[in-house]
């Protein structure tokens, strides 16, 4: 089945630099690339998501990239504000998942420092 | 507002007790998850439902139950709860029918089990 590996597990930057963060997946049928983002207590939420189809995709501050020929997809944050600070999910999708569900990675936390 | 609603919020219950966790969701969605968190780390997918009628176990074995008699519910219940339920659940909706579409989490009851 699919596995989804994420590193790193903590990041620390100072603000207003940039933050990476790079997921790898095992199924190459895997299709649909979501990013969460959870604040402390908070419920996660979907920051940007890329489909196979696009090798990059942007909103602002954020963008994800994909490499499929490698299977891996990466979350860039450029000048980072303290309320970037958070854990980040990243997940896979893809037909042969297990009942076509996604497949999270463990997740990294993000810190700002002011 | 669409959105999905999870109550209670925080549960304090005592060992050997049933207790039902509710989650209900607005937004006409087919499938429903539940995962398992302890906060901040990984998600743990427990049981989800591409419809009414429909329940499948998912990754992490659990001694819970679900069931789904109504689009928008999808309860899920301890029949007698453990220090080692203690934890925080989340539940998700998607609009599934095989579509990568992404998940919209409510905000997770946080269960402690004395």
């Known amino acids: 089945g699919e596995n989804v590996e994420q590193h790193p597990s903590t990041l620390s930057v100072q603000e207003g630099d940039s933050a990476v963060i790079k997921c790898t997946y095992s199924?190459?049928?895997?299709?649909?690339f979501p990013w969460y983002k959870q604040e402390l207590g908070k419920r996660p939420q979907l920051i940007i998501d890329?489909?196979?189809?696009?090798g990059e995709k942007k909103d602002q501050r954020i963008a994800v990239t994909l490499n499929k020929t490698a299977k891996h997809f990466s979350l860039h944050i450029t000048e980072t504000q303290p309320e970037d600070s958070a854990v980040y999910f990243c997940?896979?999708?893809?037909?042969?998942?297990?009942?076509?569900?996604?497949?999270f990675g463990p997740g990294t936390r993000l810190s700002v420092l002011p | 507002e669409a959105d999905i609603y999870q109550t209670p919020r925080y549960l304090v219950i005592g060992t050997g007790k049933k207790i039902t966790l509710e989650c209900s969701q607005t937004m006409g969605h087919d499938k429903m998850y539940w995962y398992q968190q302890d906060p901040g780390m990984e998600l743990h997918l427990i049981h989800y439902?591409?419809?009414?009628?429909?329940?499948e176990k998912g990754d992490l074995s659990s001694e819970s139950t679900v069931s789904r008699i109504r689009t928008e519910h999808f309860p899920l219940t301890l029949e007698s709860a453990r220090p080692s339920h203690t934890s925080q659940y989340l539940c998700?909706?998607?609009?599934?029918?095989?579509?990568?579409?992404?998940?919209?989490f409510g905000n997770g009851t946080r269960l402690t089990v004395t």
């Open positions: 890329i489909r196979s189809n696009v």
């Open positions: 199924d190459s049928a895997s299709n649909y």
């Open positions: 998700a909706s998607s609009e599934g029918g095989g579509r990568n579409s992404p998940l919209h």
């Open positions: 439902s591409y419809g009414v009628n429909s329940t």
């Open positions: 997940a896979s999708w893809g037909p042969y998942n297990y009942g076509q569900n996604f497949v």
